[in-house]
C-alpha cells in the first residue's frame, strides 16, 4: 500500500479552498492554449556554433538552424502534412528527424544536412517502424536502429550510415527479443526477451559470442538494464527484484546478482539514472514524488543545477541539450502555470542567457495552480492526483471535469497541461487521479490494477469524485469526466457503470470493449499479448466473460447523459471500431452522439487545425450540458 506521505489533511483542503486568486479570470482565446510555439524544442549543435529549434512552416512544425551568436535563422525541413516526431543533432552538420504517416507511429528516420541539403529517408519502407537502438555519438556517420522490416512483429538491429542511407543488419531476432542494449563502443551486448509473461536477461562478453541467459523473471518482478558502467564491464539497472520500490543498482551481467544499491526512495520508485559522456561519471537520479526530484552523484552537475535554481527560482528545471564538451547547455524551464522557455547557460563563466520563451502570450499570473491532493478507496488504498481550482472562484459548488489519464499504467505529474488549463479558464475545477496501477508507486500498487479495468480502478476514480463532492468543492449535478486512450475508457466506465455520477463525457480514443481491444493490438504489440492477458484479461479463457462485463459498449442501455466522442481514424493502438462500436450503439437506440474522426490522425490529434476543432467542440459540449458561472 503507498505510503501515506501524500495524504492530504483536512487543513491542507481547507488552504486549497481558500488560496485563489480573488480577481476575475478573463476569458483566454482557445488558440492560445493549443496553438504551436513559434519556436520551441532547441537544441545546441555538439561544437556549440548553432542552435536549432522546431517553428511553424505551412502550420507544421519544422526545423530551423541559426548561428549562436546570430538571430537569422534557416529553415531545413519542408514537411507539411505532418509534425516532425522529434530530432537531435546526430554532428555539428547533419540532423536525424522522425516523422510518421498521418499518426500511424510507422515512425521513418531522416537525416538533413544544416544547411537544409542531401534530405534522405534513412528507412523508406512502408508500414515500417523505425527506432534508435544508439545514436552513436562518437561516430559522426552511422548510427544503430531497429525495424521491424521482415516480420512486423519483431524488431531486427542494423548499422545505417546517415549521410546515404547504407544498411547493415547487425542482429537477427530469432522471434522473442523485445529491447537490445549496446554499450558504450556501440557494441550489441545485452537483449531482453518475453514468452508474453516471462523476461529473461541475455548477454554477451562481445559481438563474437551468442547470447546467453543470466536471468529469468516474470513481468512482475523486473530488471531492466539501462548503460554500462565506462569499463564496460558491469552494468547498472532499475530492479524492483526483492522489493517493492524500483531502485537503481548496479548489476554483474555475468550473474545478473546486485554488486551495489545506487538509489533507491521509501515512497516511490527511482525513474532514472543520467551520466555525463564527456567526463564519464554518473550525475543524478530523478524520482518523483508530487513533483520531480534528483539525487545528485556529481558536484559539478549538482553546482549547475543549484546556479540554475538561483537565477530562475520557483520553476522545474531541465537541461535539453549540451556542447560535446558539456560546458554549454540548452535549459528549459517550466512550471503548472507556464510552458516557460529556453536559455543558453555556459558552466565555465556561470553565466545563463535567455533565448527565447514557449508561449508569451499566456500570463501564468492568470492561470490556475495545480495542487496535490490525496484520498482514501473504499479498500484503504492512498490515492494521490492533483486538484486545479479555476482562478476568481470561490471554491464551493463547482462545476468539475473529472479527468483521468491514459495508459492506463502511466501517471499524471505536475507540470503545465494545456487542457487543464484551458478547462480551469473556463470555470471547471479539474480533477486528475493516479488511480491503482498508475506508475512510479510501486509494484504492490501497479499489481493491484491487475484484471480490474472497470472495477477496483474505476472505483478509485469514483471514490475520487466522491471525495470531491463530500469536500463541498464539486456541484454533484454538474460533474463531467473526460479522458483520452484509457481515460477514455474510464469515460465509457463511469457513464455506464455508475451513470448517476455524471453530467456528461468526453471519450477522445477510448475502447469501448476489451474483447475487440485485445483482438486489434499493433503487430509489435503481439509479443506482450500474453502479458497484456495477466494485466488485463484473456479472451482466450473463461476470462472471457469477465471482459465482457467489464466493456462498456455492453451497457449502453445504461447511459443517461450526452456523450461526445472522438476518434483518430489511422489509430493504431486503440482501433477507430471502439469509437463506432459505442456510436452506432446508441445511435440504435435513437440517441444522437456527437461523433468528430480526423482522417489524418491516430492515437490523439496531432495537427494544429484538429485540436483547435476538437477543443472548440468540447468547450461547446460542456457549456451546454455543465453550465460554469463566469469568473
Known sequence: MINKLFKISNITLALIMISINTQAQKKIPLKDFFKNPKKSSYQISPDGKNISYLGPYKKRMNIFVQPVNEEKAVRITNVTDRDLGGYFWKSSSRIVFLKDNAGDENFHLYAVDIDGKNLRDLTPFDGVKADIVDDLTDNDNEMIIQMNKENKELFDVYRININDGKLEKIAQNPGNITGWVTDHDGKLRIAVTTDGVNTSLLYRDNENETFKNIITTNFKESLSPLFFDFDNKLLYASSNIGRDKSAIVKIDPKTAKEVSMIFEHPDVDADNLFYSHHRKVLTAVTFTTWKKYRKFLDGQTEIIFRNLESKLPGYEISLSSSTKDENTFIVRTYSDRSLGSYYLYTYSTNTLTLITEVSPWLKEEKLAVMKPISFESRDGLIINGYLTLPVGVEAKNLPVVINPHGGPWH?????????????????????????????????????????????????????????????????????????????????????????????????????????????????????????????????????????????????????????????????????????????????????????????????????????????????????????????
Open 411 to 631: 501517471r499524471d505529474v505536475w507540470t503545465f497541461n494545456p487542457e487543464v488549463q484551458f478547462l480551469a479558464n473556463r470555470g471547471y475545477a479539474v480533477l486528475q487521479i493516479n488511480f491503482r496501477g498508475s506508475t512510479g508507486y510501486g509494484r504492490e500498487f501497479w499489481q493491484a490494477s491487475f484484471k480490474q479495468w472497470g472495477r477496483d480502478m474505476q472505483n478509485d476514480i469514483t471514490d475520487g469524485v466522491n471525495w470531491l463532492i463530500k469536500s463541498g468543492i464539486a456541484d454533484p449535478k454538474r460533474v463531467a469526466i473526460y479522458g483520452a486512450s484509457y481515460g477514455g475508457y474510464a469515460t465509457l466506465a463511469g457513464i455506464t457503470f455508475t451513470p448517476d455520477l455524471y453530467t456528461c463525457a468526453v471519450d477522445y480514443v477510448g475502447v469501448s470493449n476489451l474483447v475487440t481491444f485485445l483482438s486489434t493490438i499493433p503487430p509489435y504489440w503481439k509479443p506482450y499479448l500474453e502479458m497484456m492477458y495477466e494485466m488485463i484479461g484473456n479472451i482466450n479463457t473463461n476470462e472471457y466473460q469477465m471482459l465482457k462485463e467489464a466493456s462498456p459498449i455492453n451497457y449502453v442501455d445504461k447511459i443517461k447523459c450526452p456523450l461526445f466522442v472522438a476518434q483518430g481514424a489511422k489509430d493504431p493502438r486503440v482501433n477507430i471500431n471502439e469509437s463506432n462500436q459505442i456510436v452506432e450503439a446508441l445511435k440504435k437506440r435513437g440517441i444522437k452522439v456527437k461523433y468528430m474522426v480526423k482522417e489524418n490522425e491516430g492515437h490523439g490529434f496531432s495537427n494544429e487545425e484538429n485540436q483547435f476543432d476538437f477543443y472548440k467542440a468540447m468547450e461547446k459540449f460542456l457549456k451546454k450540458h455543465m453550465k460554469p458561472k463566469k469568473g
